[in-house]
């Protein structure tokens, strides 16, 4: 009830620019959302630290919750980032519903452990993967504006064959990159949280595996780059963004070199509790 109302406020205010002007709309938008982000995200550490002893965040009810917590961060990001657009006449509506849905299923069983491993296992793989994605774009789209700017720069004849996009196209996707990666990999990363406490026994993998530790790290510095691009005003031009999607891709690589080497426990067979491996016949 308490996020949902704040949410339910910050709808009324985004329907109330179509009838008149108010300059402080704004910061109460921002403010009624950011309270109920807050809360939201608290009622959802709660339901992971008290739900069903083992399957933290397991349930249908639970992944309503998640959603609309989604969506509402997205819209939160939005509303900061393009502050003159009404996106919460749509967005903010399917927030409610979402929770809506989560109130219908609060009485349903949770999922079985090897459902919830299975699915957690999918949403962390998935959003890695488009985190993974996000970031290789933004290093081809950063060398790609690297380039042309040298060129560019040194009134370079460009070489035939070779045209590349424009600066500002380069700079969009630059911008998009570092904002998407950020976000997917930080849901993957949850979500691979989750799943570890799921996991019992033999099947979890250290807190310090050297990929955990690399992953939280480079979560790290794409927040703070993320910031820090949206901060700093002079890093949202020229080649300072450029410069933060290639060094995102240097961490990622990091990562990646610790899966090639073997250096994590992430590529040890998986067991099931009773010691035998997932990829063995039963």
Not at 41 to 51: F, K
Not at 127 to 155: C, D, E, N, P, W
Not at 163 to 172: I, M, T, V
Not at 194 to 210: A, E, K, Y
């Amino acid at each position: 009830m308490c996020f949902s109302a704040s949410y339910a406020v910050a709808l009324a205010l985004e329907a109330s620019r179509l009838f008149f002007r108010m300059p402080v709309r704004l910061i109460f938008i921002l403010g009624f959302t950011l309270a109920g982000l807050v809360a939201h995200t608290l009622y959802l550490v709660y339901r992971a630290q008290t739900g069903v002893v083992g399957l933290p965040l397991s349930t249908w009810y639970d992944w309503y919750l998640m959603a609309s917590w989604i969506l509402a961060a997205s819209y939160l990001a939005i509303v900061i980032r393009k502050p003159q657009t009404n996106v919460g006449m749509f967005m903010l509506p399917l927030v409610e519903v979402l929770i809506g849905l989560a109130y219908l299923f609060r009485d349903y069983d949770p999922f079985q452990r090897s459902q919830a491993v299975q699915i957690w296992g999918m949403a962390h793989g998935f959003m890695l993967l488009l985190g993974t994605v996000s970031v290789s774009l933004g290093f081809i789209a950063g060398l790609m504006y690297l380039v042309q700017s040298y060129r560019l720069k040194h009134k370079l004849t460009p070489r035939p064959g070779l045209k590349l996009p424009s600066l500002e196209w380069l700079q969009s996707v630059n911008k998009q990159a570092l904002g998407y990666s950020a976000f997917c990999i930080a849901l993957g990363l949850i979500a691979g949280v989750v799943l570890n406490m799921i996991r019992s026994g033999q099947t979890r993998v250290p807190w310090t595996d050297p990929v955990i530790v690399t992953s939280f790290l480079l979560l790290v510095w794409l927040l703070s780059a993320s910031v820090f691009e949206w901060v700093y005003k002079p890093a949202q031009q020229g080649r300072k963004v450029a410069y933060l999607t290639v060094a995102s891709f240097v961490f990622l690589a990091m990562v990646m070199a610790l899966f090639v080497l073997g250096k994590t426990e992430h590529t040890a067979p998986q067991l099931d509790d009773a010691g035998t491996s997932f990829e063995e016949p039963a």
